[in-house]
């Protein structure tokens, strides 16, 4: 494999010295420009009792593209599509090379703490988010509570895998 | 000849105009004037309300030169400022007028104008750049007034991947929002450091312009088209009063039973190095064939190219003997080179059977016992196979009259240059002129007939449908003849010769070529309009 550039080398350093509270990005041991990534819902969100696992891949022309995210774990979001990809302004046109990883998993923590049904990827939820909010919210609730991990699980046992 | 059925269903296309005289196996019919009529006319339907634009003229005229009409003082913004801001009203003059004049000072920061004088190229020592991370002893960097300063390569590949949105690009600090000069836009690319050197006078081949004009076209799609020939880069511009109801064609389901040909008005047009193509769905020059028509053939073609193509194969064995005989011009006239047999490409029947009129087009129908015995489906293959081979062959020999009319063009411009110094060769420029023309009738004459095959597959079963196969004929002979005049040239020892002593058959071929062919695209016309077109493939 190429050399990893100097710019990826950093930001890894920096993201496991300098953790974001309640984001984990580990590079994986085969590929360091794939990253397993870990979001806690923020609190006062539907998804605040659960922690989701997303992957993030650094494209060869990286810091000039944005980064590829999705997520793995299911979820129940206006703005993120059956196959856990994110629609998100920074993802795409809004991209700059000045951004970094960290700075894109907290727009994604973000996004969690504030749907955006009027610019959606996922047309359903967005529907539904539009016509019933309350009851959206509650269909977000219950697929974190079905699919993510629970937070306390997750903080006493990193490594088990829990379903 | 015998009298046709389509002679007494009052169409104006009249076969009997055109004679054939049997002894001597060649054409001809008496009227030049119909002939310019005609010509002119298709000239008329060509170039109406059509602009030709090259790029550096587009970006001159439609980005640059707008920049002095706006009549906003210089004092207030400089030509480098206006055009940034031009760029951000999407080169809608009123819209910046109507902006500026709302608040000018809210415009300007929009559009990321510069607040003071630009640092631009610098040499920094012992920089980090906080995009790369690189941290040498000595950096060129590169930054706008609010000195958010990069390393130049950094910048150049963050302007690469920007350029191709043909937006303003802006300093990488994503809430800084400041617009990169165009001019400063165009040194970063070419990774020129020289500050002195910017210069706003030559804008032409300014990248982020050349992107623009690139969004400006996507943005105006009804009256703007690129030259879709490789590596041109010339555009046209459709007049508004003359554009196409183009949505009206997208809505054509070409499988929709109940069409009636409502597109029988193909805009074919002409960028400034002569590319013809179709203005709406930028294929080639389509005719007589209706875009509609083009695009269900297309999907068919697409669907089953897999089955047929051994039909684009370029060998095939000798009707009599069975020697593979390759390809080798533009005509479908073959002599086998071991047993001398002549026979067509096409049908592989014997070439006395085609000599003079060309006959071997005509679709015959199994006999009614062997029909009950094919399946429904064979048969419609059958009639497939029929088109979709001719199609084919001719779209293959088109490639092969290029090759050939390079030749001849390489062997008389090196005539010409050797002339120079040479006395004996004493052939003029007059006498070869006529060459260029009639190359581009030939070229013109074999794509229209390929695409009546297509035509003619989709044309309902009718007495129009004999009189267009019978024109196709014409225009088959006519065209099978100028190629083989052309191969004749190339392949003669003295080609200078021939052409100077073919000239007068090969004008008159040409503009029989030509007559035939305008005639049949004005058939086809009057067809669609008939809706004698189906796209129902059970008829
Ligand atoms: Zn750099
Ligand atoms: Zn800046
Ligand atoms: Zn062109
Ligand atoms: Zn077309
Ligand atoms: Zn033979
Ligand atoms: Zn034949």
Redesign the pocket.
Known sequence: MAALPKRIIKETERLVSDPVPGITAVPSDDNLRYFHVTIDGPDSSPYSSGVFDLELYLPDDYPMCAPKVRFLTKIYHPNIDKLGRICLDVLKDNWSPALQIRTILLSIQALLGAPNPDDPLANDVAEDWKQDEKRAVQVAKEWTEKYAKSKEIATTSTTEESV | MSDTEGSNTGSEFDVSDFEYDDSDGEYYQGDNENFEAIQSYSKSLKESGCKQWRLAEFIQENFVDRVDKLHIPSSKASKEELLILLHHCNWDEERLINLYYDGADELKENAGLLRSPIPGFQVRDDFECSICCNLEPSTKVFSLSCHHEFCLSCYYNYVKEELPKGKLIRCMIPDCNLSIPHALVHQICKLNNNSESVAMDNLVDNELLYYSANLYVIRHHDTFRWCPAIDCQNLVQMDLTARLAELDLDAIDPFDKNYRGSDSE?KIVTCSDGHEF?F??K?EN?LPC??SI?RAWDRKVTDDSETYSWLEVNTKGCPECGTNIEKNGGCNHMKCFKCAYEFCWICLGTWEEHKGFYNCNRYVAPLPQEEKEMKKKRRYLDRYMHFYSRFMEHQSSMAWDLKTLKSIKKTTEEYMHEKATDSTKTISYNEIDYLQESFKLLVRGRKTLKWTYVFAYYLTKSNFRSIFEQNQDFLNALVEQLSELFEKIQTSQDNMKLVVQLRTDLVNVSKSVTNRRLKLIEAAREFLQRGLITFDEGF
């Open positions: 193909v179709c709406s769905c294929f389509h209706s875009c083009v």
